[in-house]
């Protein structure tokens, strides 16, 4: 059995006022509880941070550990950064928007879409544990002003320009937009954040569809505040807990800090109740 991970996170973007600050530590705390606590070997941890972090790179990595997992094998792939959603290009998607990952090179006419993700995805061999982490927006507001770099907190999610030109043109945008949410919906149960869907990975994402990701001043640094309490929790319990303690207590620890977001676990249900990195 080998265990084997990509980690990815970017601060630096060639977008002009893009830049984040707390992607590289996610980096550095996910990768510390993984060698700490679940026996991952330094060698077998590939990271991808600021300027090594292109659309090419990213993608030679993830499918060069999709592909070498064989059965027994535990796998992870953790994403920190700019997330968007631009109009979908080949009519598989309800809301006619994919959802896509922002490369320190991103380019709006060829973005990194989730159906790459979700092809690639598909093509891990039955009897492989795979565990994907993001964290980062899957949506937002074409509205929004991006914050100054000294801003305690930044919602990590770009708005997509082809969209600000349609609307400046004044013609008719492609799919619903989703607007960020300023707080949870009120009388929402916790346990419609425990998804079940029919994939073989295990998804953690650091918010609902609905809502922004934060990069927050947490702990005398800048950090992703998914990762951020994630790694907390892992730590507390010493690396023994399953995936649904592990939602529980970082979703805890987000709203004690009066954080709005809502993180998400979903995948098959009959694994949420495995230890994690199993």
């Given at each position: 059995?080998?265990?084997r991970a990509?980690?990815?996170?970017?601060?630096?973007?060639q977008?002009?006022g893009?830049?984040?600050?707390?992607c590289?530590?996610d980096v550095?705390?996910?990768?510390?509880?993984?060698?700490t606590?679940?026996?991952?070997?330094?060698?077998?941890?590939?990271t991808?941070?600021?300027?090594?972090?292109?659309?090419?790179?990213m993608?030679?990595?993830?499918?060069k550990?999709?592909?070498?997992?064989?059965?027994?094998?535990?796998?992870l792939?953790?994403?920190?950064?700019h997330g968007s959603?631009?109009?979908?290009?080949?009519?598989?998607e309800?809301?006619?928007?994919?959802?896509?990952?922002?490369?320190?090179?991103?380019d709006?006419?060829?973005?990194f879409?989730?159906?790459w993700?979700r092809?690639?995805?598909?093509?891990?061999?039955?009897?492989?544990?795979?565990?994907?982490?993001m964290?980062?927006?899957?949506?937002?507001?074409i509205t929004?002003?991006m914050?100054?770099?000294?801003?305690?907190?930044?919602?990590?999610?770009?708005?997509?320009p082809?969209?600000l030109?349609?609307?400046e043109?004044?013609?008719?945008?492609?799919?619903?937009?989703?607007?960020?949410l300023?707080?949870?919906a009120?009388?929402r149960?916790?346990?419609?954040?425990?998804?079940?869907?029919?994939?073989?990975?295990?998804?953690i994402?650091?918010c609902?569809?609905t809502?922004?990701?934060?990069d927050?001043?947490?702990?005398?640094?800048?950090?992703?505040?998914?990762?951020?309490?994630?790694?907390?929790s892992?730590?507390?319990a010493?690396?023994?807990?399953?995936?649904r303690?592990l939602?529980?207590r970082?979703?805890?620890?987000l709203?004690?800090?009066?954080?709005?977001?809502?993180?998400?676990?979903?995948g098959?249900r009959?694994?949420?109740?495995?230890l994690?990195?199993?």
């Open positions: 059995m080998a265990k990509v980690l990815i996170g970017i601060n630096k973007y977008a002009p893009a830049d984040l600050q707390g590289v530590n550095k705390n996910l990768r510390g509880a993984l060698t606590y679940y026996g991952f070997g330094d060698k077998d941890i590939t991808l941070t600021d300027a090594q972090a292109t659309k090419k790179a993608e030679r990595a993830i499918k550990l999709i592909t070498k997992g064989k059965k027994g094998d535990v796998l792939i953790h994403y920190s950064g959603n631009v109009p979908d290009d080949n009519g598989d309800a809301d006619k928007r994919d959802e896509i990952l922002c490369p320190t090179d991103l709006w006419k060829d973005p879409r989730d159906d993700l092809k690639t995805l598909g093509k891990l061999r039955s009897g492989v544990s795979l565990t994907v982490i964290d980062c927006c899957h949506s937002g507001t929004r002003v914050n100054p770099l000294d801003a305690p907190r930044r919602q990590r999610y770009l708005p997509c082809l969209d030109m349609a609307t043109s004044g013609r008719k945008l492609r799919g619903t937009l989703r607007g960020q300023s707080k949870a009120r009388g149960k916790r346990k419609n954040d425990i998804v079940h869907a029919d994939i073989q990975e295990l998804l994402t650091g609902r569809d809502q922004t990701s934060a927050a001043h947490i702990g005398g640094s800048y950090n992703g505040a998914l990762t951020y309490y994630l790694v907390e892992i730590k507390e010493e690396g023994k807990l399953t995936y303690e939602h529980q970082t979703a805890a620890k709203k004690q800090e009066d954080f709005d977001q809502i993180p998400q676990l979903e098959r009959t694994s949420f109740d495995r994690f990195l199993s």
